[in-house]
């Protein structure tokens, strides 16, 4: 899938508080070897640099569109091609971070353990994943793609909701993990412009299923989309829009 970074970025700050909440939960002091996987445009991998400036961190994301980005906004930084299917440390990391990317792989029963046999004894495997898939702007998708001429070609895309219940992850890691911390927290997001709901997700989930439509279909099926989220979630009488979000955070310390 393509990146439109800009349109990512367009919520940088609701987007980047996620980040700094799981990064303020990790307790290493001062590991040697730090990855951000699935590091995007890397403002992220850049606040992993300010807690720990004389670690070697590097940001991984599969993303030729993020990864340009990342190297233009953070030329200092160490960035490179990779996917979190197969990716291999050598040798393992102190830390293993990842924000807001490992819902968009599945088979999480095989992923988890596999990437926190990267992780050091001792060090930290943190995760942050969305878990607002049954919430208007991510059902509205399907109900959208359902409804028009573009519904053969959106259906087939339509998957299970990525990210599983918190605790499918508590019995996956705790036979690995000396320490375990596992929270969700809904951010109720205050956004403002013309539905902003649709912008977000524009951005991310929604992304897949317009580029697989061209011209009247795309349009028309952004439209239904649209129309949808906007009754969803209705401006404030300030014009503003509240946008709760739900995310689910882990954080592990592999045994010694
Ligand atoms: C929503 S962005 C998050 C970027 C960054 N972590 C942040 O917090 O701003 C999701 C990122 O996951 C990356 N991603 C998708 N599939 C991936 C995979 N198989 N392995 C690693 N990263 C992946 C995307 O390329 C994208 O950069």
Redesign the pocket.
Known sequence: ?T?DTSQ?LKF?DH??RP?IDLLGRIAADAPGRVV?????????TALLTARWPDAGILG????PE?LERARADHPTLAFEV????S?KAEPSVDVLY?????H??DDHATLFPRLFEQVAPGGWLAV?MPRNFTAPSHTSVAAAAADGPWKATLEPMLSDPPTHEPGFYVDLLSPMADLLDVWETEYIQILEGENPVAEWTK??WLRPFLAALDGDARDGFEAAYRKRVRAAYPPMPDGRTAFPFRRLFLVARRKA
């Open positions: 899938m990146w990512y940088a987007r980047l980040a951000d996987l699935g590091c995007g445009a890397g403002n992220v991984l994301d599969p993303s993020m990779a996917d979190a299917a990716w990842s924000n807001a990317a490992l968009w792989l942050q951005g991310t």
